[in-house]
């Protein structure tokens, strides 16, 4: 079956960096597109970032351009979100989702347990 575990959340001071990785296993990575979501408490899962499988294009919300970047090593089956410049309102739980470059969550299969990013002030 299809496995999407993330890692590489925590805690991190405003201005900060982290980088998140997600593992993909059960399904044919080098031809999935990928994407990361995340939640606030009590909101909708929302959009941050898409990679195609073909040509690697990226796609962002607006909020995080410049900032974010999505990246994938199909050897590894993985895919990467470098975050930069953090704020307090990055703070949320950061899914990896499979399957579509889509924006809204109900587009994707497949999903991730989440890992918890917290930028403090």
């Known amino acids: 079956q299809v496995q999407l575990v993330e890692s590489g959340g925590g805690l991190v001071q405003a201005g900060g960096s982290l980088r998140l990785a997600c593992a993909a296993s059960?399904?044919?990575?080098?031809?999935?597109?990928m994407a990361w979501f995340r939640q606030y408490p009590g909101k909708e899962r929302e959009f941050v970032a898409a990679?195609?499988?073909?040509?690697?294009?990226?796609y962002y919300t607006d909020s995080v351009k410049g900032r974010f970047t999505i990246s994938r090593d199909n050897a590894k089956k993985m895919v990467y979100l470098q975050m930069n410049t953090l704020k307090p309102e990055d703070t949320a739980v950061y899914y990896c989702a499979a399957g579509s470059t889509g924006t809204l969550s109900g587009q994707y299969k497949y999903w991730g347990q989440g890992t918890q990013v917290t930028v403090s002030s």
């Open positions: 059960g399904l044919t990575f080098s031809y999935t597109n």
């Open positions: 990679i195609t499988w073909k040509n690697s294009y990226t």
